[in-house]
């Protein structure tokens, strides 16, 4: 059966309203996430999420427990003994309000009236950690086994969440043609726009590539990848890395040598600048600080703006864009541009020579006086 977009997922038919426990109410709820990931409308990475919450809460609430001595009190004990989370640990307010969340969704699923949830208090901090430099980022990736390596590689050069990274197969990356598709799944942002893939990815991923067959899964799957990373973190005495931080990484490292622009949306799968202002905005600093510098010329110094200069520079002899190694079309070197005032037949104009190159005129040509 195939579903689409438009499908009725809050109910399923012939289900709804035959829920009495609590177990039946969670069962009815992973069913519907897990039709909604195979209609694409939600990612893998949801389900397993929603599992995990489903498993702490099923030891708050028993499965066997009736629908109906779920009220508001009994909630409210319930996300209470959550808060004070496992193991002497505080459950962070994101996550807190995840839970409840996916306890209202079962109770609403199961049909009858949802009792009242109590307030949870929460305001959002973005993480910044990420990876400082590209030393950093070499050690870390040196001291991993051939086969991590290759994931940390894709996980730090595409920007991808780890359900994208684990879904990418064989198809998604062209070591030859030079370009990576990416996703952003959770976003639901299923462009699979092609994209110029990173000079590193090609040339770490470039005999791995090559000798996977059609339809293969890209990287293999690393369970356990945030611990993992983490303890090699703390011997190689770095900050502590998870698989969530190679993505910061990625952005970070864009938007301070970008700025805030289109194509940061597209990568990343965002609809506007709102969460990539809150999360990255430390990481253009001297960006920043250029701007205000020329504001205070302006308007202070009262400076007239620095007119760009129209000379071009010359063009490197050799620009090859993907890394030596990796396979990629070699680019044939390009000179540098011919000055304008030097005609199709190779000889200066007249009165014009190359080190007597008049002020701009706006397109008009300036003959000089002999």
């Known amino acids: 059966m195939i579903f689409t977009p438009s499908d009725n997922f809050d109910t ?3 289900r709804r309203g035959r829920a009495k426990t609590v177990g039946a109410a969670f069962r009815l709820l992973l069913e519907r996430t897990a039709r909604r990931v195979r209609a694409g409308v939600r990612s893998p990475a949801t389900l397993r999420m929603q599992r995990q919450h489903v498993e702490y ?4 609430l028993p499965a066997r427990t009736p629908l109906a001595q779920v009220d508001a009190r009994r909630i409210a004990q319930v996300l209470e003994l959550e808060r004070r989370g496992r193991r002497d640990r505080v459950l962070s307010g994101g996550t807190l309000r995840k839970r409840a969340s996916t306890l209202r969704q079962a109770l609403q699923l199961a049909g009858g009236r949802v009792p009242a949830f109590p307030e949870i208090p929460y305001k959002y901090t973005p993480t910044r950690e990420h990876l400082p430099d590209f030393d950093t980022y070499q050690r870390l990736r040196d001291a991993l086994p051939l086969h991590r390596r290759l994931w ?4 730090c050069w595409t920007g991808q969440r780890f359900g994208d ?5 064989r198809e998604d990356l062209d070591c030859d043609a030079g370009w990576v598709r990416i996703r952003s799944s959770k976003t639901r942002r299923f462009t699979g726009g092609r994209y110029q893939a990173a000079p590193e990815l090609l040339h770490e991923l470039a005999d791995h590539w090559r000798a996977l067959p059609a339809g293969a899964q890209l990287v293999e799957s690393w369970p356990h990848v945030s611990s993992q990373l983490t303890r090699l973190a703390e011997r190689l005495q770095l900050p502590r890395t998870t698989a969530h931080r190679l993505r910061h990484t990625f952005f970070t490292w864009f938007v301070a040598s970008n700025g805030f622009t289109p194509e940061l949306l597209e990568l990343g799968g965002w609809k506007d ?16 600080q250029e701007q205000i510098g ?6 202070v110094l009262r400076l007239a703006p620095q007119k760009i200069s129209r000379r071009r520079e010359p063009e490197p002899t050799s620009p090859v864009m993907v890394a030596e190694g990796s396979g990629g079309p070699a680019v044939p070197p390009a000179g540098p541009p011919e000055p304008a005032h030097v005609d199709h037949a190779g000889r200066e104009q007249d ?4 080190e007597r190159i008049e002020l701009s005129t706006n397109g008009l040509r300036v003959r000089c006086a002999r």
């Open 152 to 155: 940390f590689v894709v996980a």
């Open 165 to 169: 990274v684990e879904a990418m197969h």
């Open 273 to 288: 600048l709102t969460i990539p202002a809150q999360v990255y905005a430390h990481a253009a600093p001297v960006r920043l």
């Open 351 to 354: 009165g014009v020579g190359a």
């Open 12 to 14: 399923l038919p012939g």
């Open 294 to 299: 020329r504001l205070h010329r302006l308007v």
């Open 57 to 60: 809460l099923r030891e708050r």
